[in-house]
């Protein structure tokens, strides 16, 4: 890929420069997070951070925040060069993150959270009349009323309301610098509209905003600039209107396209997995067929309900009603032991809380599935047992240097394989990977991809969830789109271009 | 083998500080040593229960009450069906509560905390209705049930020492060497994670609550032997005992590390802690505060070295 966007994109008219970045460096052991990055954002600009995952935009917000300093570089605010060396540095500076995982007290009313650190005092004590009065005040003066009263409390409000108190308190200690991550990853249509009205608000009134997502029909309807960043460098900054979402697409995952295009041979065999009128609390009435020896690519935006279709199917939350058939055979699956008795394994979105036991040893984790495959009663067989973990580590390039090494040891990559390797010892008929390449490094994402396909080749049959367009679209054989609990479209993932399924998974009815 | 090292260091250490302080050489004498091992045993069966349970992340206020309930139930209907249908009897009642205990762990989202607290009171209460509250004495006629607390293997290695080296052996057995022993630690690691393995959680939640009761059962019917007779309001504070052994032997509060070895030599730990207070003369009001101190060392020492590394 030989095309690189305008190394510096005109200036938007002609507001100040809030922040520059020059030569921003970063490594992490042998790794080169960021190699000479160079960035600027205007005050009262919404400027899109567009990249992979593990293409270092983590890594950059995290040196704006404080909680990483950089190895080279500078870091100017309003000309002025600064050192960040910690949170409260940044704080200091007006620079705050909104993470994915918000970092509110659930269990506190709004004004409580909005004050929290900084209560107002009446000679020592808490002046709890005045905490809701200055709350009151402040969410009306930035315009947030949406948020709602500010007596409730946080775990009461959806996501996108705690998103807003969030920010609240980020702009009641005088931010001047957003950095959003994700923001809308688990919003609704609507409550992202909410979201886009509050920056727009914050925008007209001179703050800068550093916005991250992957939605890049978002990022066209919501930023100025936009900057792509790949494997750790800066493709350069564009403005939004003179950019195609094709080329972008293109400029993000540069060479992962070709790769990610050769999907396994498409030779379905028997019917592997039916579903017909699955239903359940947020799945509304899923059928699908899944053959062996093909990939189905769910896909969806987060928060369509994927993740509740694979826990229906594999007995977490088991459907209310509808008939699942496997392999040919009618099925009831009320628990995950159902479903693996069956021949169904889903590999869950999230690793660390759902996956693995990340203090015990890889091979613990890699063996625990089939414990009764290598204790017999109560005579445990080592050699069985190291054979598994073998078997394991050597098909599928687990980088370990001890298998009795502690699993959060393990490069997200290499985690992620062994979540996966573990069921391949008895390969299940069907296999549902729920977001498999979440953190996961490009080099350890194209040895999935390839051990993969050839476990499809060799009939395996694979539901893939995925909210990564390019992986779902290049590795699917066919695919279906996902929106709101329901499957709103199937084709062929030849025939599919990304803008028609961006199209149709952001719409709103 | 790293957990197990400080831990016999310590009883070294303490049997040593021991045999120097009990005036008289009292301390380390082989008859001495015996009914150490003798008192240990009630501890350390109760102990053994627990690690289970906290291993999963759980707990069991209720094994107190427990021993209390077994041995009166068992006296009760001692004199009139004989010492088997007794032990049958106290052992069945104690199953039936940690199912209960099991059961509301497992299927409500109660924490096990309040279900074994709720639990301790209902057994007390249950214990109590017999005889008043007196005591039950057992008659000398009771051969085999005084036996159980009483009796010397070759007028040597008292009885309840065998009763809690057999429970150990099977306990061990179950932890370190089945699949169910794997699972657990799995539960206790990751509870999220194992469900996804397929690892059915209620079921073996259920188990280890059952087993930690029943374990405490035989502790009761140890107990009531030992002292000639059932007495309703006897137990109090030996879950707290047991949980120290637990705790000292490097059982992590929060689940998922700890071996039945470890939690062995806990209860010996604490037990030459109470027998050598004792003997040494230390007063009674000392010995708690002394007792209590060794604990918050222990776990202090063993969270720092987990966190080292």
Redesign the interface.
């Known amino acids: 890929m030989t095309a690189t966007l305008a190394t510096s994109a005109p200036v938007p008219g002609s507001k100040p420069v809030l922040l520059r970045l020059q030569g921003l460096t970063k490594h992490f052991g042998g790794v080169r997070a960021l190699d000479g990055v160079d960035f600027e954002l205007r005050a009262g600009e919404i400027h899109a951070l567009l990249g992979e995952n593990g293409a270092g935009k983590s890594t950059l917000i995290k040196i704006l925040g404080g909680i990483h300093r950089p190895d080279a570089g500078t870091i100017q605010l309003d000309g002025q060069p600064v050192v960040i060396r910690e949170v409260a540095e940044a704080d200091r500076h007006g620079i705050r993150l909104i993470h994915q995982e918000l970092s509110l007290a659930p269990n506190l009313s709004v004004a409580e959270n909005l004050f929290l650190g900084r209560e107002p005092r009446w000679h020592g004590w808490l002046d709890r009349r005045r905490l809701f009065a200055d709350a009151e005040r402040l969410v009306r003066a930035l315009g947030l009323a949406d948020i709602g009263s500010v007596h409730a409390q946080v775990s009461d409000l959806s996501v996108a309301r705690q998103q807003m108190v969030e920010i609240a308190r980020a702009l009641a200690v005088r931010a001047r610098l957003l950095v959003l991550d994700e923001p809308t990853a688990s919003l609704s249509a609507t409550e992202t509209e909410a979201l886009f009205d509050t920056l727009r608000r914050l925008r007209t009134q001179g703050t800068g905003i550093v916005y991250i997502s992957h939605r890049l029909e978002e990022i066209r309807r919501l930023a100025d600039r936009i900057t792509v960043l790949r494997d750790g460098r800066s493709m350069g900054t564009q403005h939004v209107a003179e950019v195609e979402p094709r080329t972008l697409i293109r400029w993000m995952v540069g060479r992962d396209l070709g790769l990610l295009c050769q999907r396994p041979a498409w030779r379905p065999g028997a019917l592997a997995l039916s579903v017909r009128d699955l239903r359940s609390a947020r799945v509304r009435g899923v059928s699908f067929d899944l053959h062996a020896g093909e990939v189905l690519g769910l896909a969806g935006l987060v928060g369509a309900g994927r993740s509740e279709l694979a826990h229906a199917l594999?007995g977490?939350a088991p459907a209310d009603s509808g008939t699942i058939t496997i392999g040919g055979r009618p099925v009831t699956i009320r628990?995950?032991?159902d479903?693996?008795a069956a021949g169904l394994v889903?590999v869950?979105e999230d690793r660390k809380?759902?996956?693995?036991?990340?203090?015990?040893a890889v091979a613990?984790n890699l063996?625990?599935?089939w414990?009764?495959d290598w204790?017999r009663?109560?005579?445990?067989d080592g050699a069985r047992r190291d054979g598994i973990v073998r078997r394991a580590i050597e098909s599928f390039a687990i980088r370990v240097a001890d298998p009795g090494q502690p699993t959060y040891h393990l490069s997200g990559g290499n985690q992620q394989k062994v979540v996966v390797a573990r069921w391949m010892e008895h390969p299940p008929k069907v296999l549902i990977l729920d977001e498999p390449t979440r953190g996961v490094d490009v080099g350890a994402r194209e040895e999935l991809f390839a051990l993969l396909r050839r476990w499809v080749e060799g009939g395996l049959a694979v539901l893939l969830i995925s909210s990564d367009l390019p992986e779902v679209m290049g590795l699917s054989h066919r695919l279906a789109l996902y929106r709101d609990g329901r499957i709103v479209r199937e084709l062929p993932a030849a025939d599919a271009t990304p803008e028609d399924v961006m199209a149709e998974l952001t719409r709103t009815e | 083998m790293k957990r197990i090292f400080p831990l016999l260091l310590a009883i070294v250490a303490l049997t040593i500080l021991m045999a120097l302080w009990v005036p008289q050489g009292r301390f380390l004498t082989a008859s001495n040593l015996l009914d150490l091992a003798q008192q240990i045993a009630v501890n350390a069966i109760l102990a053994f229960g627990l690690t289970l349970v906290i291993l999963i992340g759980g707990i069991d206020l209720s094994v107190g009450a427990v021993v209390a309930l077994v041995g009166t139930i068992a006296v009760a209907v001692l004199a009139s069906a004989g010492w088997i249908v007794a032990l049958a009897a106290g052992l069945a009642a104690a199953a039936v509560f940690g199912l209960v205990n099991g059961w509301c762990a497992a299927n409500t989202r109660m924490p096990p905390f309040i279900i074994t607290l709720a639990m301790m009171l209902v057994a007390r209460g249950f214990a109590l209705r017999f005889n008043e509250g007196r005591p039950l004495p057992i008659p000398d006629t009771e051969r085999v049930f005084l036996a159980l607390g009483n009796a010397r293997l070759f007028d040597l290695i008292p009885v309840p020492v065998l009763l809690m080296l057999g429970a150990f052996l099977l306990m061990a057995l179950l932890l370190h060497r089945t699949a169910f022993g794997q699972h657990l630690y799995a539960m206790g690691g990751n509870r999220e994670a194992a469900r996804f393995t397929g690892i059915r959680l209620a079921r073996n939640e259920v188990t280890v609550y059952v087993l930690c009761s029943v374990l405490a059962g035989l502790a009761g019917i140890i107990h009531a032997s030992q002292l000639y007779s059932a007495e309703p309001g006897s137990g109090q504070g030996f879950e707290l005992n047991a949980i120290a052994a637990v705790v000292v032997g490097g059982t992590s509060f929060t689940g998922g590390t700890g071996t039945l070895p470890g939690t062995l030599l806990g209860a010996v730990i604490i037990g030459i802690l109470d027998k050598g207070l004792n003997q040494a003369g230390v007063h009674f009001s000392l010995q708690y505060v002394i007792k209590g101190l060794v604990i918050l060392a222990a776990v202090y020492l063993d969270v720092r070295r987990r966190h080292s590394n």
């Open positions: 594999f977490i628990c995950p032991a479903a693996l889903l869950p809380r759902e996956g693995l036991v990340m203090d015990a613990f063996t625990l599935p414990t009764r204790i009663g109560c005579r445990p």
